[in-house]
C-alpha cells in the first residue's frame, strides 16, 4: 500500500459485526466475560479499547511499526516513553525540544534521577562526544520548534547502534505522512498528535510506534500501568482526521511555498526560516529524509515591537499556541509556546523576541499572501 492508500485503509477500516465503514465509538469501560479470565481480546478499557485499538493500529501502519499506543496528549505520550529509563540513566536530547519536553526533563523526571543532556543534534560529533555510560537513548525532534533545525535520522540511529542506545524521534512537525524516521532506523517514533494528525484544533491526543515486538510489550505495560490512555471518543476523532491527513499536508505544503517565497522579498522581514529553503542548515538532509518540507515556518521582523503590531493586524492568522490546524495560526514563541524556557536559554538558542511563528492552513493562499502583506505594512 502507498502512503496516501495507507491513510484510508490502513489499520482496521471499519466493524466487522455490522459492517459500519469507520471503526464505531466503543463507550465503554468493561466488557462481559466467558468465564473468569476468558474474554474476547478486551477485558478493560485502560489496557484496550477497540476504537482506541483501530487508532493504534492505524498509526502504527503510517509509521511501518509493529505496535502503535495511543495517549491522553502528547506529552503523556512522551513520559509513557521515558518511563522505560530506570533512575540513574541518561538520555540526550536535541537542545530546542519542545518546551513541554524540556520542562518535563528539567522539573519533573529530574526528580527520580532520569538525567538529561541537551545538544545540539544536528552536529554529530557533539552527539558522541556527549555519550556518557550511563547513556540510554538519544531523543531527537526534527525538524524543531520554532527555528526548524534538521537532525539526520540515519546517522543518529548509526550512533545509537554503536553505543546500544534506543533512537526516539518526535515526528510532531514532519507527520507520519513526510517522514517515517522506524525506517531510518528509529526504534520508538512518537508525536503529538493535538497537531496534524488530528489537524482541526479539536483534540488533546499523542501517539506512538514502535519498530519491535519487544519494545511494544514494553510500552504496553507502562500503558496500562500509568494509564494515561486516549479516551474512545478521540481516538474516533484522531482516525477521522488522518483520512484527510494527505490531502491536508499537500494543501498546507504548497501555501507554505507561496508564503515563504512572499516574506523571502519583503523587506521587513529580516530571515526566513524554512527546510524548503537550499540556505537553511541542514535542508539538503530533510530533503533526503523527508518527502515534504512541512507547513511550519519562522520569520523574524527583527524587534518585539514591530512582532506585536504585526500580530494586531493580521486576520486570517488566530493568535494561539499549537499548530498543525485547517486554519493559519501565528504565535511569538518567545512570549508563548517558548515562555518555559529561561530567557537567557531561549537568546542563546536564537529565540528573539521578533521571532513570530507561523503555522499554514488550508484557506486561499492568495488572502494569506495579502493579510501578512497589509499587516507587515
Ligand atoms: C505540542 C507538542 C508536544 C506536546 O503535545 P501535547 O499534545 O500538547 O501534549 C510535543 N512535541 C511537539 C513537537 C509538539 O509540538
Known amino acids: 500500500m502507498r502512503r496516501k492508500t ?13 459492517g459500519a465503514v469507520s471503526v464505531p465509538i466503543y463507550q465503554v469501560s468493561t466488557y462481559k466475560q466467558e468465564s473468569a479470565g476468558n474474554h474476547s481480546g478486551f477485558e478493560y478499557s485502560r489496557t484496550g479499547n477497540p476504537t482506541r485499538h483501530g487508532l493504534e493500529t492505524v498509526i502504527a501502519d503510517l509509521e511501518n511499526g509493529k505496535a502503535g499506543f495511543a495517549f491522553g496528549s502528547g506529552m503523556a505520550a512522551i513520559t509513557s516513553v521515558m518511563m522505560l529509563f530506570d ?12 518546551g513541554g519536553s524540556y520542562r518535563l526533563m528539567t522539573k519533573v523526571l529530574n526528580r527520580f534521577q532520569l538525567h538529561h543532556t541537551f545538544v545540539d543534534t544536528s552536529n554529530s560529533e557533539l552527539v558522541e562526544t556527549s555519550i556518557t555510560e550511563s547513556t540510554k537513548a538519544l531523543y531527537i525532534e526534527t525538524p524543531t520548534n520554532p527555528l526548524l533545525k534538521i537532525t539526520d535520522i540515519k ?9 546500544n542506545l534506543l533512537l526516539i524521534v518526535d515526528n510532531t512537525f514532519a507527520t507520519p505522512y513526510w517522514q517515517q524516521p522506524l525506517d531510518l532506523g528509529a526504534d520508538i517514533v512518537l508525536h503529538s498528535a493535538t497537531k496534524y494528525i488530528g489537524g482541526h484544533s479539536d483534540v488533546v491526543a499523542g501517539l506512538v510506534a514502535v519498530r519491535e515486538d519487544e519494545l511494544a510489550d514494553r510500552i504496553h505495560f507502562i500503558q496500562n500501568s500509568v494509564g494515561a490512555v486516549l479516551g474512545p471518543q478521540d481516538s474516533w476523532l484522531l482516525m477521522r482526521g488522518i483520512k484527510t ?15 515563504v517565497a512572499f516574506l523571502q522579498e519583503h523587506p521587513n522581514v529580516t530571515k526566513v526560516y524554512y527546510p524548503g529553503l537550499k540556505e537553511h542548515h541542514g535542508h539538503h538532509i530533510a530533503a533526503t529524509q523527508s518527502a515534504g518540507f512541512g507547513g511550519m515556518i519562522s520569520f523574524d521582523v527583527g524587534s518585539e515591537e514591530a512582532a506585536a503590531k504585526l500580530l494586531s493586524r493580521v486576520q486570517f492568522f488566530t493568535l494561539a499556541e499549537s499548530l498543525g490546524a485547517v486554519e493559519s495560526l501565528i504565535s ?42 497589509q499587516a507587515l505594512e
Open 332 to 373: 511569538i514563541p518567545a512570549k508563548m509556546t517558548h515562555a518555559s524556557i529561561p530567557a537567557d536559554r531561549r537568546n542563546e538558542l536564537g529565540i528573539t523576541d521578533g521571532l513570530i511563528r507561523i503555522s499554514v492552513g488550508i484557506e486561499d493562499v492568495e488572502d494569506l499572501v495579502d493579510d501578512l502583506k
Open 155 to 163: 546517522r543518529m540511529s548509526e550512533i545509537a547502534k554503536k553505543h
Open 87 to 98: 533512575a540513574g540513566d541518561h538520555v540526550l536530547l536535541t537542545d530546542d525540544v519542545y
Open 6 to 18: 495507507k491513510m484510508i485503509h490502513g489499520g482496521i477500516t471499519g466493524d466487522e459485526k455490522t
Open 245 to 259: 491527513l494527505a490531502l491536508r499536508m499537500e494543501a498546507i505544503e504548497a501555501n507554505t511555498k507561496k508564503l
